[in-house]
């Protein structure tokens, strides 16, 4: 079923994509050149505008119901079971940070510097 709706979904969108290009704009656009101005020699030139509009109405509202179906109920919701690679890593443990060792300022080199114990878990 998800199929047959991502199909018909990218169907609706390259005939309201040709239906947008064939309405002509008030500079003529892509009407003229992509063969627009034909139609308007068939239905009449108000008619085809009419018949272009209201066909580009139905595409949209068409084109907008049909993903607002197939995102809620044919995409997962996300829920508790999904956890992103983020989520993931902040759940493991990060290793206890090591610091450097110290030594105690006036006290010459020669001496090893004294060491913190490791921290215990």
């Not at 199929?3 to 064939?22: G, K, N, P, T, Y």
């Not at 139905?58 to 690679?85: C, K, Q, Y």
Request: no cysteine.
């Amino acid at each position: 079923m998800f199929w047959l709706l991502m199909v018909i979904e990218v169907l609706v969108r390259i005939f309201l994509m040709a239906v947008v290009l064939m309405q002509e704009s008030k500079g003529g656009g892509l009407a003229g050149t992509l063969g627009g101005g034909q139609v308007g020699m068939v239905f009449g030139v108000r008619r085809t505008a009419d018949f272009l509009i209201r066909a580009t109405q139905i595409l949209g509202a068409v084109f907008i119901v049909l993903a607002l179906i197939i995102n809620m109920f044919f995409l997962p919701t996300g829920g508790a079971e999904i956890e992103s690679a983020i989520q993931r890593g902040a759940s493991q443990q990060a290793p206890a940070p090591q610091l450097p060792p110290q030594t105690v300022p006036g006290t010459p080199q020669e001496q090893a510097p004294q060491q913190l114990p490791p921290p215990q878990q």
